[in-house]
Nanobody
Framework: VQLQAYGGGLVQAGGSLRLSCADS????????VGWFRRAPGKEREFVAA????????KYADYAKGRFTISRDRAKNTVYLQMNSLKVEDTAVYYC???????????????WGQGTLVTVSS
């Protein structure tokens, strides 16, 4: 597994971004994928996760109603659509592969390099 998260950038509060997580070796199609983030000066925290077939999704409370995780198995890519972004969503966002879509980061085996999301007021 070789993960790459991309799609981050600078956006104004209230705006949207879509992050993508791709596996260049095309091996994570049978695994759960999670998104996590680390804001400046804070611990890494769970954002959302999706099961191998997309049938199960989980979200952190702050992400419910604003973020949507999805996957395209044919493209070997997992997405995180983020709407109504807030300044406090500013963070480096990481994707990770695991067996189940759980909110604990120790449930994930492979981690990609993060992508920076900056939300301005």
């Amino acid at each position: 597994v070789q993960l790459q998260a991309y799609g981050g950038g600078l956006v104004q509060a209230g705006g949207s971004l879509r992050l993508s997580c791709a596996d260049s070796r095309r091996t994570f199609s049978n695994n759960a994928v999670g998104w996590f983030r680390r804001a400046p000066g804070k611990e890494r925290e769970f954002v959302a996760a999706i099961s191998w077939n997309g049938g199960i999704t989980k979200y952190a409370d702050y992400a419910k109603g604003r973020f949507t995780i999805s996957r395209d198995r044919a493209k070997n890519t997992v997405y995180l659509q983020m709407n109504s972004l807030k300044v406090e969503d500013t963070a480096v966002y990481y994707c990770a592969v695991g067996l189940r879509p759980v909110p604990q980061d120790d449930g994930y085996i492979h981690w990609g390099q993060g992508t920076l999301v900056t939300v301005s007021s």
